[in-house]
Nanobody, 123 residues
Framework: EVQLVESGGGLVQAGGSLRLSCAAS????????IGWVRQAPGKEREGISC????????NYADSVKGRFTISSDNAKNTVYLQMNSLKPEDTAVYYC????????????????WGQGTQVTVSS
């Protein structure tokens, strides 16, 4: 059974940092592509980052490029999202997803999702 468990969300002031974790099980982690998607109230779901653990390729949405960094620890089957210079508009529930790809200008996620972790950035 595929399981993705996010953690690391919380409340932070604008300009601060958070690191999200996504612990994966039930998958062949080394061959996987894992992404991060966020959903803010009243806004469209947004794919913000994707990492191919087999190819070592990372992709970012323009909205987070230069501020967020995705990485993975294959020994721990865990993907991280380091979020720096946070802005109030980054407030959302963040989900990790199994399966993602950069299609045109957008990061598309597909497959299993975690339960999400709330990130709130105060101004």
């Amino acid at each position: 059974e595929v399981q993705l468990v996010e953690s690391g969300g919380g409340l932070v002031q604008a300009g601060g940092s958070l690191r999200l974790s996504c612990a994966a099980s039930g998958i062949t982690f080394d061959n996987s592509a894992i992404g991060w998607v966020r959903q803010a109230p009243g806004k469209e779901r947004e794919g913000i980052s994707c990492i191919s653990n087999s190819a070592g390729i990372t992709n970012y949405a323009d909205s987070v490029k230069g501020r967020f960094t995705i990485s993975s620890d294959n020994a721990k089957n865990t993907v991280y999202l380091q979020m720096n210079s946070l802005k109030p508009e980054d407030t959302a529930v963040y989900y990790c997803t199994l399966g993602c790809a950069l299609i045109g200008p957008r990061i598309i996620s597909f497959g299993s999702w975690g339960q999400g972790t709330q990130v709130t950035v105060s101004s």
